[in-house]
């Protein structure tokens, strides 16, 4: 059982910045892809980025160049840096554990991600 605890989120106003991060625990490889999906009220949930265990990236085309993904293999954690944050941003993002990009095997409960003046 894999168990993912997010926290970072929070209302920020547009422009800004958050950082979010996920640990993992319990029975996780350290080969799995982990990342992040996001899903705004009456949408679909959908794929933010993903990382592999060798640090291969894909990113959503709505947040290239604005968002970045990265993790910490030893401490089995991922971050993602949000910067020029818009309100269409605005969602719940959950993280993700899967043995590849688009596959997800374990998600975290989620974090609220507010973007609003």
């Known amino acids: 059982q894999v168990q993912l605890v997010e926290s970072g989120g929070g209302l920020v106003q547009p422009g800004r910045s958050l950082r979010l991060t996920c640990a993992a625990s319990g029975s996780i490889a350290s080969s799995y892809v982990m990342g992040w999906y996001r899903q705004a009220p009456g949408k679909e949930r959908e794929l933010v980025a993903g990382?592999?265990?060798?640090?291969?990236?894909v990113y959503a085309d709505s947040v290239k160049g604005r968002f970045t993904i990265s993790r910490d293999n030893a401490k089995r954690t991922v971050y993602l840096q949000l910067n020029s944050l818009k309100p269409e941003d605005t969602a719940v993002y959950y993280c993700?554990?899967?043995?590849?990009?688009?596959?997800?095997?374990?998600w975290g409960q989620g974090t609220q991600v507010t973007v609003s003046s």
């Open positions: 993700y554990s899967g043995r590849i990009i688009t596959r997800v095997d374990s």
């Open positions: 990382i592999t265990s060798s640090g291969t990236t």
